[in-house]
């Protein structure tokens, strides 16, 4: 094992780049802007470029680098085969090859940024000393990451692990990003529970300290539902309910040691754990019901983690 290796996480506005030494501990940690103009061609050489930039910051050698990890935002296949990144403007291409090439043949790997993240968690996070874990990121959607036997399970088409995009009602009116109606992600997400919101105050009477606020958050939600506010205690009880029967379905198929809760609005803490297990253990089945939730603690660095972690084991 060479000494040190990059883990690169690619997001719609800014690239967050780790140097790591292969024990997984950081080296250096840093970002550059997410070029999307011209279908998101200069990505690759900005990294590039900035991986090279470091190493010369540091008098390091390429030939003492491991490998590249890199997390995109879209589902990616066998060999680091790219099936589409529409927030980057990037069609089907090999973004593992491609990086290699422009960093003079070095290893790279390639893989979702949710599944990336899932094994950050699993590797160095909350799900730190197990090997089957799933991780459900609660941010402005709702993404997830399955890991199974410490390897990702990317599926077919690279979208396994998309669990935002349940089906969780029949009656739903609005539509999904997806462009379908009733998914997982339009009740408990950070966005959801807030369209939720608008959409109980616009249909009741009842008093709530929310209806003071011009901008509610998820934040205020989950902030006036720990003051004890009805309204908020209410909507936060329907975020578990869709989240742990969601989870109970997700533990019946993949049975993991722990889920791993993040995003932001994990921040909210121990009342988030606390109202999807109440729905969770009554709905799970009996060999999974006393499966373990943990709040994620890698925060914005997952996805570098879980990038690197993908060059430093062979068998991932």
């Not at 690619?10 to 550059?32: A, H, L, M, P, Q």
């Not at 799933?134 to 390897?151: A, E, P, R, S």
């Not at 198929?253 to 791993?260: A, H, Q, T």
């Amino acid at each position: 094992m060479k000494p040190y290796a990059f883990g690169i996480d690619i997001g719609g506005t800014t690239v967050k780049c780790g140097f790591f030494n292969s024990d997984g501990t950081f080296v250096d940690k840093w970002e550059i802007p997410t070029r999307k103009e011209d279908n998101g061609s200069m990505i690759l050489p900005d990294i590039a470029d900035s991986i090279k930039a470091k190493l010369a910051e540091h008098n390091v050698s390429l030939a003492d680098v491991e490998g590249i990890g890199v997390g995109v935002p879209g589902p990616v296949l066998d060999k680091g085969v790219v099936n589409g990144c529409v927030n980057l403007g990037w069609g089907v291409f090999n973004v593992a090859e491609k990086l290699s090439d422009l960093m003079g043949g070095i290893y790279v790997e390639a893989g979702n940024d949710a599944n990336v993240a899932a094994l950050g968690e699993q590797w160095l996070g909350g799900g730190k000393g197990h090997q089957n874990v799933v991780m459900v990121t609660l941010g402005t959607g709702v993404g997830g990451g399955i890991i199974i036997g410490g390897k990702i399970l990317a599926g077919s088409g690279g979208a396994a692990g998309e669990i935002g995009h349940m089906q969780m009602r029949d009656d739903e009116t609005d539509v999904c990003g997806c462009g379908k109606k009733g998914c997982l992600e339009q009740y408990a997400s950070a966005t959801g529970i807030v369209r939720m919101s608008r959409r109980f105050l616009a249909q009741s009477k009842k008093e709530s300290t929310l209806r003071s606020l011009s901008e509610i958050t998820s934040k205020d939600i989950f902030d006036a539902a720990k003051a004890g506010d009805e309204v908020a205690l209410g909507l936060v009880d329907d975020l578990g309910e869709m989240l742990g029967k969601a989870i109970a379905h997700i533990t019946a198929i993949v049975d993991p040691e722990v889920i791993v809760i993040g995003g932001g609005v994990s921040k909210a803490g121990q009342i988030l754990i606390d109202v999807i297990e109440k729905y969770y253990r009554p709905a799970a089945f009996h060999a999974c019901r006393d499966t373990e939730f943990k709040l994620a603690v890698l925060g914005n660095d997952a996805g570098m983690y879980g990038a690197v972690r993908m060059v430093l084991s062979d068998d991932i």
